[in-house]
């Protein structure tokens, strides 16, 4: 008896899950790269975001009818992979359908997931006619221009392949069973391959092997190129929409978050006791904090990881005030480029034995321009939209922090607000003393 | 104004007196002309209900909120701590606003800067004068009124106050019209995050403008909004569609003043 299939698979096997632990050993690194922030706090609230917005997808439907299609793959995805189990030790021992012990349950299973893979077929193929046939704006916006529009379609096809796939071998493997063949015994309800296994019925029995072997090897082979493609693509988010949504901000979204560098300066600079002419503390072997962000490296690891879980759908873009009167900022655009930037440090650590040397470049002006973020009203609707609690607009508070306290780069208009703040109280040349003359008026 | 108490916390001081809220004006409500009208309104109401408030009048400067907002960290805590220092001297407790910024920037971000204080929002305020008794609204000029309500981003979707305006109007019997995108998928103004205090970006519309538009497919008569920067932006686009003769922006503050001939 001849090993090789078995061999060929466990390596097979190994390779696929060695280059995806590989790639997320990378990607947890580079989410790591983020400065640190406490969120392990409420751990209930936060699995109950979890279950209701990563598993339960509640805020996906908002938007019905993707929502539903969203569903039908996202359950097909999760439920059909049940199958994948039975699929590797099959392919480890060289047993064929070796859960079919369980009659009538399996029967069930194999029968519904055919009923899935055909509901995904429909989903994927509405979701590829909408992006290229419908052109939905947030599809075609030029956010997508180039390879994310690719990667998009590509998830697509991908996914049609997969399906298919799955198809024919239960549908060779549905008419093998039919007529005895050896090594094929009754297995499964073929609901959906049944329509497709009478195609079959002429050939001579080595055939219909080779078409059920064919499709079972280029299934496996799929799902394994398919779970390495991810790193590479917008649809991690299948895996990190869980740790994203768990790590989500909980408090109101009008609270933004606190300087606190900023708090210890200005407590020292109101008390009347502090000594102004008191050395520095002794500690400052580190340097100093700067103020906002520049670069990847001073955004907050959540922030990183937002980045990584994006999967470019656009609903925050299209319900950006800002991005649907005409202005060039586009909050799904701030994700990609932060993903984007973060990628490149990453290969420049990776370049250069795990240090970061300066290329010259940062997220700041060389991907997102200061145009973009000042156009930002600050109204959290892209937060509010995204399915998955992506915060795009704390990034663009940081680097509105940067521009102004590090470069004293704020519009000119803004300056002469914030000199009003800062000398009369008010954002406009009003004397305080008149705060209360509507009074009399 | 006539016939009107404002006392300010330092004349409740003297006297002896602790007021039962803060009116936090704002700038706006301080300074800006329009805006002025709904402090006023406001005051009209609270002096209905026999309400005891005071004011800090010139003792109250900017929240910090717009610095804040435009990046600028260190003027914004500058301005709360100064104001947290007044309104503990004061010993405050509770704190009304009709300013869905400054609601938003005391409520949220003054704690952590030792400013600990109940805040409610001039909605939420005359919403409870109205369920203990202390003040009645009849339809009076608005029964039957088309009026639609524009979500202010601070009150809705970032304190998740919804419900409050919303109430208020139904109670002067007008029927209340929601627009396309309204509570969570509120449309902005445009005016928050120290917009209000630039030039917009290069673009092919002005979000206030988008944002009427909204309104205005709603046939209202009267477009209400909870916040006097939304006031300005909805007024101005209303004006820029030549429809001021027909639809007036309101505050739901002025709305319940009126509608009491107050």
Same mark, same amino acid.
């Given at each position: 008896?001849?090993?090789?299939?078995?061999?060929?698979?466990?390596?097979?096997?190994?390779? !696929?899950?060695?280059?995806?632990?590989?790639?997320?050993?990378?990607?947890?690194?580079?989410?790591?790269?983020?400065?640190?922030?406490?969120?392990?706090?409420?751990?209930?609230?936060?699995?109950?975001?979890?279950?209701?917005?990563?598993? !339960?997808?509640? %805020?996906?439907?908002?938007?019905?009818?993707?929502?539903?299609?969203?569903?039908?793959?996202?359950?097909?995805?999760?439920?059909?992979?049940?199958?994948?189990?039975?699929?590797?030790?099959?392919?480890?021992?060289?047993?064929?359908?070796?859960?079919?012990?369980?009659?009538?349950?399996?029967?069930?299973?194999?029968?519904?997931?055919?009923?899935?893979?055909?509901?995904?077929?429909?989903?994927?193929?509405?979701?590829?006619?909408?992006?290229?046939?419908?052109?939905?704006?947030?599809?075609?916006?030029?956010?997508?221009?180039?390879?994310?529009?690719?990667?998009?379609?590509?998830?697509?096809?991908?996914?049609?392949?997969?399906?298919?796939?799955?198809?024919?071998?239960?549908?060779?493997?549905?008419?093998?069973?039919?007529?005895?063949?050896?090594?094929?015994?009754?297995?499964?309800?073929?609901?959906?391959?049944?329509?497709?296994?009478?195609?079959?019925?002429?050939?001579?029995?080595?055939?219909?092997?080779?078409?059920?072997?064919?499709?079972?090897?280029?299934?496996?082979? !799929?799902?394994?190129?398919?779970?390495?493609?991810?790193?590479?693509? %917008?649809?991690?988010?299948?895996?990190?929409?869980?740790?994203?949504?768990?790590?989500?901000?909980? %408090?109101?979204?009008?609270?933004?978050?606190?300087?606190?560098?900023?708090?210890?300066?200005?407590?020292?600079?109101?008390?009347?006791?502090?000594?102004?002419?008191?050395?520095?503390?002794?500690?400052?072997?580190?340097?100093?904090?700067?103020?906002?962000?520049?670069?990847?490296?001073?955004?907050?690891?959540?922030?990183?990881?937002?980045?990584?879980?994006?999967t470019e759908c656009g609903r925050c873009t299209s319900s950006c005030p800002a991005n649907i009167t005409g202005k060039k900022l586009s909050p799904r655009k701030i994700m990609m480029d932060t993903r984007d930037r973060l990628e490149e440090v990453?290969?420049?650590?990776?370049?250069?034995?795990?240090?970061?040397?300066?290329?010259?470049?940062?997220?700041?002006?060389?991907?997102?321009?200061?145009?973009?973020?000042?156009?930002?009203?600050?109204?959290? !609707?892209?937060?509010?939209?995204?399915?998955?609690?992506?915060?795009?607009?704390?990034?663009?508070?940081?680097?509105?922090?940067?521009?102004?306290?590090?470069?004293?780069?704020?519009?000119?208009?803004?300056?002469?607000?914030?000199?009003?703040?800062?000398?009369?109280?008010?954002?406009?040349?009003?004397?305080?003393?008149?705060?209360?003359?509507?009074?009399?008026? | 104004?006539?016939?009107?108490?404002?006392?300010?916390?330092?004349e409740m001081m003297m006297q002896g007196q602790q007021p039962e809220v803060l009116f936090w004006v704002g700038c706006s409500g301080s300074f800006d002309d329009r805006a002025k009208r709904i402090t006023k309104a406001f005051v009209r109401l609270?002096?209905? +209900?026999?309400?005891?408030?005071?004011?800090?009048?010139?003792?109250?400067?900017?929240?910090?909120?717009? +610095?804040?907002?435009?990046?600028?960290?260190?003027?914004?805590?500058?301005?709360?701590?100064?104001?947290?220092?007044?309104?503990?001297?004061?010993?405050?407790?509770?704190?009304?606003?009709?300013?869905?910024?400054?609601?938003?920037?005391?409520?949220?971000?003054?704690?952590?800067?030792?400013?600990?204080?109940?805040?409610?929002?001039?909605?939420?305020?005359?919403?409870?004068?109205?369920?203990?008794?202390?003040?009645?609204?009849?339809?009076?000029?608005?029964?039957?009124?088309?009026?639609?309500?524009?979500?202010?981003?601070?009150?809705?979707?970032?304190?998740?106050?919804?419900? +409050?305006?919303?109430?208020?109007?139904?109670?002067?019997?007008?029927?209340?019209?929601?627009?396309?995108?309204?509570?969570?998928?509120?449309?902005?103004?445009?005016?928050?995050? +120290?917009?209000?205090?630039?030039?917009?970006?290069?673009?092919?519309?002005?979000?206030?403008?988008?944002?009427?538009?909204?309104?205005?497919?709603?046939?209202?008569?009267?477009?209400?909004?909870?916040?006097?920067?939304?006031?300005?932006?909805?007024?101005?686009?209303?004006?820029?569609?030549?429809?001021?003769?027909?639809?007036?922006?309101?505050?739901?503050?002025?709305?319940?003043?009126?509608?009491?001939?107050?």
């Amino acid at each position: 008896m001849s090993y090789i299939d078995n061999i060929l698979f466990v390596l097979l096997l190994a390779a !696929g899950f060695g280059y995806f632990a590989f790639n997320v050993k990378k990607l947890v690194r580079n989410i790591k790269l983020g400065r640190d922030i406490d969120r392990s706090d409420n751990p209930g609230e936060r699995w109950g975001n979890m279950a209701l917005i990563a598993l !339960g997808q509640s %805020k996906m439907v908002k938007r019905p009818i993707a929502g539903i299609l969203h569903i039908i793959v996202y359950l097909g995805f999760i439920i059909i992979n049940i199958e994948l189990l039975e699929i590797i030790i099959d392919g480890i021992f060289g047993t064929h359908r070796l859960f079919g012990f369980m009659g009538g349950f399996y029967n069930f299973l194999i029968g519904s997931f055919e009923v899935l893979a055909v509901l995904v077929l429909v989903s994927v193929i509405a979701f590829l006619v909408r992006r290229n046939i419908i052109k939905l704006w947030r599809f075609v916006h030029s956010d997508l221009n180039g390879w994310p529009k690719s990667d998009a379609n590509y998830i697509l096809y991908f996914e049609i392949v997969l399906m298919t796939l799955f198809l024919i071998m239960n549908a060779a493997d549905n008419s093998l069973q039919l007529r005895g063949y050896e090594g094929y015994h009754t297995a499964g309800a073929y609901p959906v391959s049944g329509l497709i296994s009478p195609i079959f019925e002429n050939m001579p029995g080595a055939t219909v092997v080779a078409v059920e072997r064919m499709a079972w090897w280029l299934h496996i082979i !799929g799902i394994l190129v398919f779970m390495n493609y991810l790193y590479y693509s %917008k649809h991690l988010h299948i895996l990190l929409a869980f740790p994203n949504t768990y790590f989500a901000y909980l %408090k109101p979204k009008g609270k933004f978050r606190n300087n606190e560098t900023v708090t210890r300066e200005v407590k020292l600079m109101m008390d009347p006791n502090a000594d102004p002419f008191a050395a520095q503390p002794a500690d400052t072997g580190a340097a100093p904090e700067k103020f906002g962000a520049k670069d990847v490296q001073d955004l907050h690891w959540v922030q990183l990881m937002n980045a990584y879980t994006c999967t470019e759908c656009g609903r925050c873009t299209s319900s950006c005030p800002a991005n649907i009167t005409g202005k060039k900022l586009s909050p799904r655009k701030i994700m990609m480029d932060t993903r984007d930037r973060l990628e490149e440090v990453g290969k420049n650590i990776d370049r250069n034995k795990g240090t970061f040397v300066d290329d010259g470049k940062t997220l700041l002006f060389d991907y997102i321009t200061p145009e973009e973020i000042w156009a930002c009203t600050t109204c959290n !609707g892209c937060v509010e939209a995204c399915p998955v609690n992506i915060d795009p607009l704390s990034i663009i508070m940081d680097l509105r922090q940067y521009l102004v306290m590090e470069q004293s780069a704020a519009p000119m208009e803004l300056n002469n607000m914030m000199a009003n703040v800062e000398n009369n109280g008010a954002p406009w040349q009003y004397n305080q003393m008149d705060r209360l003359n509507w009074k009399d008026e | 104004m006539e016939n009107s108490k404002v006392p300010t916390m330092a004349e409740m001081m003297m006297q002896g007196q602790q007021p039962e809220v803060l009116f936090w004006v704002g700038c706006s409500g301080s300074f800006d002309d329009r805006a002025k009208r709904i402090t006023k309104a406001f005051v009209r109401l609270l002096n209905q +209900a026999n309400v005891s408030f005071a004011v800090l009048g010139t003792e109250e400067s900017c929240t910090g909120d717009p +610095a804040k907002r435009a990046g600028n960290e260190f003027l914004f805590q500058m301005q709360a701590m100064a104001n947290i220092e007044v309104m503990n001297a004061y010993e405050v407790k509770k704190i009304v606003t009709a300013c869905p910024h400054c609601f938003n920037t005391i409520k949220n971000e003054y704690p952590e800067l030792g400013g600990n204080y109940e805040v409610v929002h001039h909605t939420e305020f005359l919403k409870s004068l109205l369920d203990e008794g202390r003040l009645t609204i009849e339809g009076g000029q608005f029964k039957g009124k088309k009026i639609t309500f524009h979500d202010p981003c601070y009150l809705g979707r970032a304190n998740n106050i919804f419900e +409050a305006p919303r109430d208020l109007i139904e109670k002067l019997d007008a029927e209340l019209v929601e627009m396309k995108r309204s509570r969570r998928n509120g449309l902005c103004c445009g005016a928050g995050g +120290a917009q209000m205090f630039k030039e917009p970006e290069k673009g092919n519309k002005d979000v206030n403008v988008e944002r009427t538009e909204d309104a205005l497919e709603t046939q209202p008569e009267i477009i209400a909004a909870g916040c006097p920067f939304c006031n300005t932006m909805l007024t101005d686009g209303v004006k820029a569609k030549n429809r001021e003769h027909d639809v007036k922006v309101m505050d739901v503050a002025e709305l319940i003043a009126n509608a009491k001939d107050l």
